[in-house]
Protein backbone atom coordinates (compact mmCIF):
# COMPACT_ATOMS: atom_id res chain seq x y z
CA UNK A 1 0.00 0.00 0.00
CA UNK A 2 1.49 3.63 -0.83
CA UNK A 3 -0.21 6.63 1.33
CA UNK A 4 -0.27 9.94 -0.82
CA UNK A 5 -1.42 13.14 -0.46
CA UNK A 6 -3.08 15.81 -3.37
CA UNK A 7 -3.55 18.89 -2.19
CA UNK A 8 -5.57 21.74 -4.60
CA UNK A 9 -7.23 25.06 -3.44
CA UNK A 10 -10.86 23.54 -4.12
CA UNK A 11 -14.14 25.78 -4.46
CA UNK A 12 -16.48 24.18 -2.21
CA UNK A 13 -20.44 23.90 -3.39
CA UNK A 14 -21.43 25.90 -0.43
CA UNK A 15 -19.24 28.90 -1.91
CA UNK A 16 -16.18 28.64 -0.19
CA UNK A 17 -12.72 27.49 -1.39
CA UNK A 18 -10.54 25.64 0.75
CA UNK A 19 -6.64 24.48 0.76
CA UNK A 20 -7.64 20.69 0.47
CA UNK A 21 -5.62 17.97 1.18
CA UNK A 22 -6.53 14.69 -0.18
CA UNK A 23 -4.76 11.62 1.19
CA UNK A 24 -5.12 8.15 -0.64
CA UNK A 25 -4.16 4.57 -0.46
CA UNK A 26 -2.94 2.64 -3.66
CA UNK A 27 -2.46 -0.82 -4.08
CA UNK A 28 -1.69 -2.29 -7.26
CA UNK A 29 -0.84 -0.18 -10.67
CA UNK A 30 -2.57 1.04 -13.18
CA UNK A 31 -2.03 -0.85 -16.14
CA UNK A 32 -0.92 -0.01 -20.15
CA UNK A 33 -4.49 0.58 -21.11
CA UNK A 34 -5.47 1.91 -18.11
CA UNK A 35 -8.64 0.06 -17.79
CA UNK A 36 -7.87 -1.53 -14.52
CA UNK A 37 -8.53 1.16 -12.06
CA UNK A 38 -10.68 0.86 -9.15
CA UNK A 39 -12.59 3.74 -6.84
CA UNK A 40 -13.51 2.82 -3.28
CA UNK A 41 -14.09 5.90 -1.19
CA UNK A 42 -14.04 5.99 2.68
CA UNK A 43 -17.26 5.34 4.91
CA UNK A 44 -18.73 7.66 7.63
CA UNK A 45 -15.97 7.18 10.35
CA UNK A 46 -13.49 5.07 8.66
CA UNK A 47 -10.13 5.86 6.89
CA UNK A 48 -8.67 4.09 3.75
CA UNK A 49 -7.15 1.75 6.60
CA UNK A 50 -10.65 -0.07 7.25
CA UNK A 51 -11.18 -0.75 3.45
CA UNK A 52 -8.46 -2.33 3.81
CA UNK A 53 -10.53 -6.16 4.28
CA UNK A 54 -11.89 -6.03 0.63
CA UNK A 55 -8.26 -5.70 -0.47
CA UNK A 56 -5.65 -8.45 -1.15
CA UNK A 57 -4.35 -11.36 -2.99
CA UNK A 58 -7.70 -13.62 -3.88
CA UNK A 59 -9.94 -11.34 -2.27
CA UNK A 60 -12.79 -9.42 -4.15
CA UNK A 61 -10.55 -6.19 -5.21
CA UNK A 62 -6.96 -8.23 -5.86
CA UNK A 63 -4.04 -5.63 -6.36
CA UNK A 64 -2.24 -8.14 -8.79
CA UNK A 65 -4.92 -7.15 -10.58
CA UNK A 66 -6.56 -3.84 -10.37
CA UNK A 67 -5.24 -0.30 -9.29
CA UNK A 68 -7.32 0.23 -6.29
CA UNK A 69 -7.27 4.03 -5.10
CA UNK A 70 -9.00 4.35 -2.06
CA UNK A 71 -9.20 8.22 -1.20
CA UNK A 72 -10.44 9.34 2.06
CA UNK A 73 -13.22 11.73 2.02
CA UNK A 74 -12.73 15.02 2.76
CA UNK A 75 -14.04 15.66 6.95
CA UNK A 76 -12.73 11.86 7.95
CA UNK A 77 -9.74 12.73 9.85
CA UNK A 78 -6.66 12.27 7.45
CA UNK A 79 -7.78 14.20 4.44
CA UNK A 80 -8.57 17.84 5.29
CA UNK A 81 -11.09 17.74 8.73
CA UNK A 82 -11.65 20.22 11.09
CA UNK A 83 -9.49 17.71 13.57
CA UNK A 84 -6.27 18.92 11.02
CA UNK A 85 -7.51 22.39 9.60
CA UNK A 86 -6.61 25.72 11.00
CA UNK A 87 -10.12 27.81 11.23
CA UNK A 88 -13.30 27.28 11.10
CA UNK A 89 -14.24 23.96 8.69
CA UNK A 90 -16.94 24.69 5.32
CA UNK A 91 -19.54 22.66 4.63
CA UNK A 92 -18.33 19.56 2.44
CA UNK A 93 -20.65 18.16 0.04
CA UNK A 94 -20.35 14.86 -1.67
CA UNK A 95 -19.74 17.32 -4.98
CA UNK A 96 -16.82 18.45 -2.85
CA UNK A 97 -15.32 14.72 -2.31
CA UNK A 98 -15.99 14.04 -6.24
CA UNK A 99 -14.25 17.08 -7.60
CA UNK A 100 -11.08 16.55 -5.62
CA UNK A 101 -11.22 13.02 -5.97
CA UNK A 102 -11.08 13.96 -9.99
CA UNK A 103 -8.59 16.33 -9.64
CA UNK A 104 -6.73 13.91 -8.05
CA UNK A 105 -6.96 11.09 -10.81
CA UNK A 106 -6.93 13.32 -13.67
CA UNK A 107 -3.57 14.64 -12.34
CA UNK A 108 -1.85 11.07 -10.97
CA UNK A 109 -3.58 8.59 -13.25
CA UNK A 110 -4.06 9.75 -16.52
CA UNK A 111 -7.45 10.82 -16.45
CA UNK A 112 -8.48 7.13 -16.39
CA UNK A 113 -11.80 5.78 -16.96
CA UNK A 114 -12.83 3.81 -13.39
CA UNK A 115 -12.92 0.24 -13.83
CA UNK A 116 -15.10 0.25 -11.03
CA UNK A 117 -16.32 2.43 -8.36
CA UNK A 118 -17.45 1.00 -5.12
CA UNK A 119 -18.27 1.53 -1.19
CA UNK A 120 -20.53 1.02 1.42
CA UNK A 121 -22.46 4.18 3.85
CA UNK A 122 -20.62 7.31 2.59
CA UNK A 123 -18.40 5.69 0.12
CA UNK A 124 -21.84 4.32 -1.57
CA UNK A 125 -22.58 8.02 -2.03
CA UNK A 126 -19.76 8.58 -3.54
CA UNK A 127 -19.40 5.79 -5.53
CA UNK A 128 -23.00 7.22 -7.18
CA UNK A 129 -22.36 10.15 -7.43
CA UNK A 130 -19.23 9.52 -9.58
CA UNK A 131 -21.87 6.96 -12.13
CA UNK A 132 -23.99 10.08 -12.06
CA UNK A 133 -21.39 12.80 -12.56
CA UNK A 134 -18.97 11.20 -15.00
CA UNK A 135 -21.48 8.01 -16.71
CA UNK A 136 -19.07 7.97 -19.74
CA UNK A 137 -16.27 7.29 -17.32
CA UNK A 138 -17.39 4.76 -14.63
CA UNK A 139 -18.02 1.08 -15.95
CA UNK A 140 -19.56 -0.44 -12.99
CA UNK A 141 -20.95 0.32 -9.81
CA UNK A 142 -21.23 -1.72 -6.42
CA UNK A 143 -22.79 0.16 -4.10
CA UNK A 144 -23.68 -1.96 -0.87
CA UNK A 145 -25.67 -0.23 2.60
CA UNK A 146 -25.39 3.20 0.62
CA UNK A 147 -28.59 5.30 -1.36
CA UNK A 148 -28.11 8.14 -3.87
CA UNK A 149 -29.80 10.32 -1.63
CA UNK A 150 -30.58 10.60 1.80
CA UNK A 151 -33.83 9.44 2.93
CA UNK A 152 -36.33 10.77 5.78
CA UNK A 153 -35.49 7.72 8.63
CA UNK A 154 -31.76 7.56 8.15
CA UNK A 155 -31.78 11.28 8.61
CA UNK A 156 -33.57 10.99 11.83
CA UNK A 157 -30.93 8.78 13.02
CA UNK A 158 -28.08 11.54 11.84
CA UNK A 159 -30.03 14.56 13.24
CA UNK A 160 -30.38 12.11 16.77
CA UNK A 161 -26.09 11.82 16.45
CA UNK A 162 -25.77 15.65 16.30
CA UNK A 163 -28.80 16.22 19.06
CA UNK A 164 -26.42 13.88 21.77
CA UNK A 165 -22.97 15.72 20.55
CA UNK A 166 -24.79 19.34 21.41
CA UNK A 167 -26.28 18.32 24.69
CA UNK A 168 -22.52 17.76 25.78
CA UNK A 169 -21.10 21.62 26.93
CA UNK A 170 -18.11 20.84 25.87
CA UNK A 171 -19.13 20.25 22.24
CA UNK A 172 -17.29 23.31 20.11
CA UNK A 173 -14.85 23.97 22.74
CA UNK A 174 -11.40 22.90 23.09
CA UNK A 175 -12.53 20.20 25.43
CA UNK A 176 -13.31 16.46 23.73
CA UNK A 177 -17.07 16.28 25.29
CA UNK A 178 -16.83 12.63 25.99
CA UNK A 179 -20.27 12.67 27.33
CA UNK A 180 -21.74 13.44 23.65
CA UNK A 181 -19.70 10.99 22.05
CA UNK A 182 -20.59 8.26 24.12
CA UNK A 183 -24.32 9.19 23.90
CA UNK A 184 -23.75 8.95 20.02
CA UNK A 185 -22.12 5.71 20.31
CA UNK A 186 -24.77 3.99 21.75
CA UNK A 187 -27.24 5.53 19.26
CA UNK A 188 -24.94 3.56 16.84
CA UNK A 189 -25.24 0.27 18.96
CA UNK A 190 -28.64 0.43 18.37
CA UNK A 191 -28.53 0.75 14.83
CA UNK A 192 -25.27 -0.67 13.44
CA UNK A 193 -26.62 -4.19 14.58
CA UNK A 194 -29.95 -6.32 14.14
CA UNK A 195 -32.54 -7.44 16.58
CA UNK A 196 -32.36 -10.57 15.69
CA UNK A 197 -28.23 -10.51 15.77
CA UNK A 198 -28.72 -9.41 19.57
CA UNK A 199 -31.01 -11.54 20.29
CA UNK A 200 -28.40 -14.61 18.87
CA UNK A 201 -25.79 -12.85 21.59
CA UNK A 202 -23.98 -11.87 18.24
CA UNK A 203 -21.47 -9.79 20.46
CA UNK A 204 -20.03 -12.76 21.82
CA UNK A 205 -18.54 -13.48 18.45
CA UNK A 206 -16.89 -10.29 18.41
CA UNK A 207 -14.93 -11.47 22.23
CA UNK A 208 -17.59 -9.78 24.45
CA UNK A 209 -19.54 -11.99 27.05
CA UNK A 210 -21.85 -9.87 27.79
CA UNK A 211 -23.74 -7.05 26.19
CA UNK A 212 -22.76 -4.42 28.56
CA UNK A 213 -18.90 -5.00 27.90
CA UNK A 214 -19.95 -5.12 24.05
CA UNK A 215 -21.34 -1.16 24.87
CA UNK A 216 -18.43 -0.13 26.84
CA UNK A 217 -15.18 -2.09 25.57
CA UNK A 218 -16.33 -1.27 21.32
CA UNK A 219 -18.79 1.31 21.37
CA UNK A 220 -17.79 3.81 24.34
CA UNK A 221 -13.45 3.04 22.94
CA UNK A 222 -14.54 3.40 19.60
CA UNK A 223 -16.38 6.79 20.18
CA UNK A 224 -13.63 7.94 22.47
CA UNK A 225 -11.24 8.11 20.09
CA UNK A 226 -13.14 9.81 17.38
CA UNK A 227 -13.13 13.90 17.15
CA UNK A 228 -16.11 15.30 17.42
CA UNK A 229 -16.04 17.93 14.36
CA UNK A 230 -15.19 15.37 11.67
CA UNK A 231 -17.81 13.27 12.84
CA UNK A 232 -20.18 16.41 12.55
CA UNK A 233 -18.50 17.26 9.25
CA UNK A 234 -19.64 14.11 8.20
CA UNK A 235 -22.97 13.53 9.36
CA UNK A 236 -23.52 17.06 7.36
CA UNK A 237 -22.11 15.14 3.85
CA UNK A 238 -24.48 12.75 4.63
CA UNK A 239 -27.46 14.70 5.36
CA UNK A 240 -26.87 16.55 2.51
CA UNK A 241 -26.25 13.20 0.03
CA UNK A 242 -28.49 13.72 -3.07
CA UNK A 243 -26.99 12.95 -6.34
CA UNK A 244 -29.41 15.07 -8.09
CA UNK A 245 -28.55 18.27 -6.00
CA UNK A 246 -32.32 18.94 -5.07
CA UNK A 247 -33.53 18.28 -9.01
CA UNK A 248 -35.91 14.82 -10.13
CA UNK A 249 -33.57 11.71 -7.91
CA UNK A 250 -34.92 9.60 -11.45
CA UNK A 251 -34.03 12.49 -14.00
CA UNK A 252 -30.41 11.89 -12.20
CA UNK A 253 -30.23 8.09 -12.14
CA UNK A 254 -30.81 8.10 -15.74
CA UNK A 255 -28.04 8.96 -16.46
CA UNK A 256 -26.21 6.00 -15.00
CA UNK A 257 -24.97 3.95 -18.00
CA UNK A 258 -22.58 1.96 -15.14
CA UNK A 259 -22.92 -1.88 -15.12
CA UNK A 260 -24.97 -1.79 -11.53
CA UNK A 261 -25.03 -3.80 -8.27
CA UNK A 262 -27.02 -2.01 -5.58
CA UNK A 263 -26.78 -4.20 -2.41
CA UNK A 264 -29.67 -3.73 0.38
CA UNK A 265 -29.83 -6.09 3.74
CA UNK A 266 -32.83 -6.60 5.45
CA UNK A 267 -31.60 -6.00 8.20
CA UNK A 268 -29.63 -2.49 8.31
CA UNK A 269 -31.33 0.12 9.24
CA UNK A 270 -29.46 2.69 7.77
CA UNK A 271 -30.45 2.12 4.34
CA UNK A 272 -33.33 -0.27 3.71
CA UNK A 273 -34.27 -2.02 0.83
CA UNK A 274 -37.36 0.18 0.47
CA UNK A 275 -34.67 3.45 0.38
CA UNK A 276 -32.51 1.18 -2.19
CA UNK A 277 -35.51 0.86 -4.49
CA UNK A 278 -37.83 3.34 -6.50
CA UNK A 279 -35.60 4.65 -9.19
CA UNK A 280 -33.81 3.36 -12.47
CA UNK A 281 -30.48 3.13 -13.61
CA UNK A 282 -30.33 3.31 -17.19
CA UNK A 283 -29.12 -0.17 -16.92
CA UNK A 284 -31.85 -1.24 -15.40
CA UNK A 285 -31.09 -1.64 -12.02
CA UNK A 286 -33.71 0.00 -9.25
CA UNK A 287 -32.30 2.67 -7.21
CA UNK A 288 -33.19 5.15 -4.55
Same mark, same amino acid.
Given at each position: ?????????????????????????????????????????TRYGGTHEHND?????????????????????????????????????????????????????????????? @???????? +??? %??????? #? !??? /??????????????????????????? @???????? +??? %??????? #? !??? /???????????????????????????????????????????????????????????????????????????????????????????????????????
Open positions: MDLRTFSTTLPLACGQALDANLVYAVYGKLNEAADNLVLFPWLIGSNRALDPTKHCIVVPNQLGNGVSSSPSNTAGPFPRISHADNYEIQRRMLEVEFRAADI @ALAIGWSM +GAQ %QACHWAV #R !APD /RVKRMLMFCGTAKTRPHNRVFLESLLA @AFEADPRY +GTD %QPPLGGL #R !AAG /RIYAGWAYSQPWLKALGHRVLGFETLDEWLTGYWDALFAQRHAGDLTSMIHTWIGNDVADGGDLGSALGVVRAKSIVMATTTDLYFTPADCAGAKLESGVSLI
